[in-house]
């Protein structure tokens, strides 16, 4: 007797475990882009703030600002981040638009200890 069982393991098909969880917190992800550099080389909200950065640079910074959306912040009033992010995507967007006086405008709301103290986890803390 012929024993010609197909067997499909679908059910053993089991989604891969999310090794990059860390990686997608939108907050972390834009302060890497944004607000650090390796060493030698300068920060893009450097850049934008001196006015050096290409558009490029404005519009991935300002790509990653858009990203923090809803995300919630570790520590602190949620509504009062979202309002810091938002002067930060407008500050951008004004350097974007080449608006006179943009970058000094950015330069105030790219205010790392302003944000930092009510939002950045105390373990962490810089
Ligand atoms: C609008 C608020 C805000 C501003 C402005 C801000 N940060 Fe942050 N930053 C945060 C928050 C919130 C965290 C914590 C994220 C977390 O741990 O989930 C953070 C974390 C970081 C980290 C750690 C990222 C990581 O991978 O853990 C670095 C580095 C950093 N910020 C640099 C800066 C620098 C430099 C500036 C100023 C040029 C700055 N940030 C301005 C909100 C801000």
Known sequence: ?????????????????????????????????????????KKLCEKIAGGTASEAEVKTTLDAYKAIGDTKPPRGDEAAFKQKVAKLIGATEDVLAKKEGAAAGYKTAVDCKACHSEHKPESNKK
């Open 1 to 41: 007797m012929k024993l010609t069982k197909l067997i499909i393991p679908s059910a053993l098909i089991v989604a891969a475990s999310f090794v990059f969880a860390a990686e997608e917190n939108p907050i972390k992800k834009a302060m890497q882009i944004a607000h650090k550099a390796p060493q030698g080389e």
